[in-house]
């Protein structure tokens, strides 16, 4: 793990420059379209796929919305009824 974090430190890159210890598994690279990431724990380090996927993008989309409703409740009050129709569509 220290070999990872200095490596990192010096490159941005877990993964080089320094050789990593045998039976240590590659850290991934995050991008938003991947499903892998690196689990570190008292027991080992291991690469996984995202746990509960759909669960989070739930999550996510609940988040969202709530955003969506805070800035709804900071319209100006000239704004009237039109702003929100327009957030929200026709009740």
Avoid: C
């Amino acid at each position: 793990m220290m070999t990872m974090w200095t490596n990192f430190a010096k490159s941005g890159n877990p993964n080089v420059p320094v050789a990593l210890p045998e039976r240590t598994p590659t850290w991934p690279e995050f991008t938003g379209e991947s499903d892998s990431f690196l689990e570190i724990n008292n027991n080992n380090i291991q690469v996984i796929t995202t746990p509960n996927k759909e669960r989070l993008l739930k999550l996510e989309s609940l988040r969202d919305a709530r955003k969506l409703q805070r800035h709804a409740d900071l319209r100006p009050a000239s704004a009237g009824n039109y702003l929100k129709l327009l957030l929200y569509g026709s009740e």
